[in-house]
Every structure is written in C-alpha cells, then in structure tokens.
C-alpha cells in the first residue's frame, strides 16, 4: 500500500481548537532558509491559503454536526517539532531530500529507502553501485543532465524526482464548495443525502506517511469511526520515521493489519473496503488494480459511498507511475524559497499537510452535500496552486 507529523494535542491527537498561529509564532521560518543564514517566509497567498483550507473543514464539519477547528500552520510544523529538525536550505528538513542544480534548472530529488540508492545508477547512468548516502556523486552526475531528459530518465524507476517547478498551476477558487481546490478532483457519481450524522460513517484508511492519515485524523475528530488498515508485512512507514508523529495521526483509530499478499489477507481487504462507506488510499493506481480495488467501480455500487486516492500526481498518462514524497511533490508545484544561492526548500515536506487539509475539507464538503463521490489528490498539483504564480518564491528574509 504504497503511496510524515500533525501538531500534538494534550492526547497525543492532531492540534484542533486552537487559535491560529502566524508563520513564525508556529515555528516555519525556523523549518525554511539555510542553516548559515536568515529564517525566510512563505510563497506570497500561502498563509492565506491554508486558513482557508482550515476554515472550509470548519464550516463543513459544523455542517455535519461537529466542528472541527485545526491550526494549519501548527500542523505543518508539527512533524518537525516533533523530530527536532530546522531549516537546511537546498537540504530538506528531514535529509532525505535535496535541491540539485542541472544543466538547465534545478531538480529535487527524494532518496529516503535503499532501494532508491540502488535504483539511481540505472537513472543517471553511473558504473557500478552507488554507496548510501554519497550525494556527492548524484549530484555531479545531475549536472551533467537537462531537466526533461532527467525526468523522463527516471519513467518506470519509481524515484521520487520532479523539475523544479513543473506543476506550477495559477491558483484557484481554495473552498471546497465554491469551484475546488487546486490539485483536487472531485466527480459526482450519484445523489443521495448527506449523513445526519458522522458518527454514523465508518471509514477504511489505507494510506501511509502524512496526507492521507491526516485526513482520517480531521475525520476522527468529526466524530466518525476509522479504521486504520495497514499490511501486515509492510506496514506505515511513518511508524519507524515518524513514530511520535504517526501517534498524533493515528490516535482514535482503530487498527487492523491484514496481509494482501494472501488470498485470506487480501478477502479480509476486500470485506473491509465494502463495508466502509469512505475509503482513503495513497496507492498509485497500478497498486490498486493489482489488489483487486477498483475505486470507480466501487463507488458506483456504493460501498463505498466516497472514495479519496492521494498520489503524487494524479492518475492521468504519465502521471500515474510517478513517486512523490512531500519535499519534492511542493518543489515540482513550485512552491520552494529562494535567496542569492537559489532554491530552499519550504518548510517540512510541505506538500504532505497541504494536500491532507485541502482533502479534508474536500471529503468534509462534498460528505455535507450529500451523494456519492470519487475524489483524488494530486499532491504536486496541490503545491502547484499555492505557489503564487511565477517569480514568487521569494520568501521574506527574517521578517517578523
């Protein structure tokens, strides 16, 4: 199940009922720039946009019956805090990740599991293995590459690579009911009411890392009862790399393991996705089908009633096969910082929170209107329509 932290409440939850935080108040500035030099602010219409995504899963889970009131910016530096990680520049916060100038603009590139080491010679073409780590070497062998044929090198690999700045999109109505969100789809398959009331919904959460838990978390706190399910053998892998902060996101669940690669596991997956009425997954599409998950499918014959796929990209051509994490999915929307030496990256694997609040408050409208849905994320996407439009990725230096 293939595809994280959230601000932690007294319980070890995600942070609701909070006031909002500013972006230095909550920590983010400390999370963007380089080591050596000053904290820097965020994409001009970022804060902007987040309080939105915030106030829309407000009004929607009101709507519903119980409101729901989160801190975006405290839940985008939440993972961080929690590690004890700060600002590296062109570094991800985490180090899995990094910023690398090729022949003609600059690539992020995401190397977080050894089979992803293993993968980069058959990508950049080196002789012989490449040592864990040697970063030194990628990126003298990326400077030696254009951007486009680095990008279409990496097809069929599943490494987490992006051109800087590809999915740049111009940003969009940011309200759930009043035209989407930038990087969501949603398509209607069906009328029907809404629920009365949440508590009502079971929901069957299959996703890992950041995004998609967090949207069970806001769903958790709406009153509705989700089911974390994770493979046996593979479990989330927040639960080694994150482990404080997979608490936070998974406090209220109720978990269930089941191991897909039997044919017991694999019924036992089945059944829960059909007795779901909402179903969460951050698997490509070529994952699902070889699980037997048909999410279109299975929506129209309405168990579940609405289904949410988070990916990197979305599933259209070409899109579909890639790999993202947070760090690089915001650097191919665009949305780093830059000062004299060029791109920082923002904040923590920002791309993750924001595609998990902009689904939230997409799940939490669409379950208020009532009817039955397929909804899908683009992670990217989502960057790509809060990165403020060309030139803007200038962050404010040490402003307060």
Known sequence: MDRGESGAAPGGSVAVDRPSSTWWSAGLGDLT???DGPPLGPPPGLVTAVQGFAASIARHSERLGRKV???PLALMAARARLGGLRRRGSTSCGGSSRLLPAADGWMAVSLARPSDWDLVPAWLGLPGALDTGDWSRVAAAVGGFGLEELVGRSTGLGLPVARV???RARPVVRDATAGGIAGITTRRLAGGRPPSDLGELVVADLSALWAGPLVGALLVAAGARVVKVESSTRPDGARVGS?????TLDDGKDGVAVDPATTVGLRALHRLVEGSDVVITSARPRALEQLGLDPEGSVRNRRPRL???ITGYGDGPGSGDRVAFGDDAAAAGGLVVRDDRGPCFCADAVADPLTGLAAAAT???VLADGGDHLLGASMADVA??????PGSSAGRRGSR
């Open 33 to 35: 720039g380089r080591a």
């Open 69 to 71: 009131e989160v801190d």
């Open 165 to 167: 700045g590809e999915r």
């Open 243 to 247: 482990p404080r902060h997979f608490a």
């Open 307 to 309: 289904w949410l796929s």
């Open 363 to 365: 799940v939490l409208g």
């Open 384 to 389: 790509g329509g809060l990165s403020g439009g």
